[in-house]
């Protein structure tokens, strides 16, 4: 999907928006006062809040795999470059929702109306996950001996540790500093011994 400069103008104002008022709250009148445009312009770009909605998972999505396959390929150990693709992956999709008293309701809506988005990047995002570790593994940066794990596996308990981090933080916990404990954790597990 390709976004225009009066679209993108557009998902930008609505993400308050959503954020404030959660999505069923928010109404296209809502968005177009935010976007400082007309409700007649908005309807020339968006037909729904759903499909406006959709298209920001899209956008969001795509911009933030882009952003984490730099992360990956970037300096670093294997697991700096983890750790950075966690914050990214994290600062730019789960952050921008956090902070919401409706951010459940908000992931709800994202998955009623953009499950495929938001599969698709999952699968992508282990993927490059479980590349990053292979070769952190190959360069002997890793060991995975000790956990007894492949790095397909592996990389699906990150991802599910950070759904779990995502979702404590509405419990008083911070995202930044759960995941920094995660990837200490990590790191201990990981590490070969003379690296420690």
């Not at 360069?139 to 990150?158: C, D, G, S, Y």
Request: hydrophobic share 45%; proline share 3%; no cysteine.
């Amino acid at each position: 999907m390709q976004f225009d400069q009066k679209m993108s103008h557009i998902l930008d104002a609505a993400l308050p928006v959503f954020v404030r008022f959660g999505f069923q709250k928010t109404s296209m009148i809502d968005i177009a006062r935010a976007a400082g445009i007309s409700r007649a312009s908005l309807y020339q770009s968006f037909k729904s809040k759903e499909e406006l909605f959709r298209a920001g998972s899209i956008r969001a999505h795509t911009r933030t795999l882009d952003n984490v396959a730099k992360v990956l390929a970037g300096q670093g150990s294997a697991l700096d470059r983890v750790e950075m693709a966690i914050t990214v992956f994290q600062r730019e999709l789960i952050a921008p929702f956090g902070g919401s008293a409706d951010a459940d309701e908000l992931f709800a809506a994202n998955m009623a109306l953009a499950a495929d988005v938001t599969l698709e990047a999952r699968t992508k995002l282990l993927n490059m996950l479980t590349e990053a570790l292979i070769a952190g593994s190959e360069n002997k940066e890793i060991t995975l001996e000790p956990l007894q794990a492949q790095p397909a596996q592996l990389a699906h308990i990150i991802f599910a540790a950070m759904d779990g981090i995502k979702h404590a933080q509405r419990g008083g916990h911070k995202l930044e500093n759960d995941t920094k404990v995660f990837m200490r954790l990590l790191r201990v597990a990981l590490m070969p011994q003379q690296g420690r």
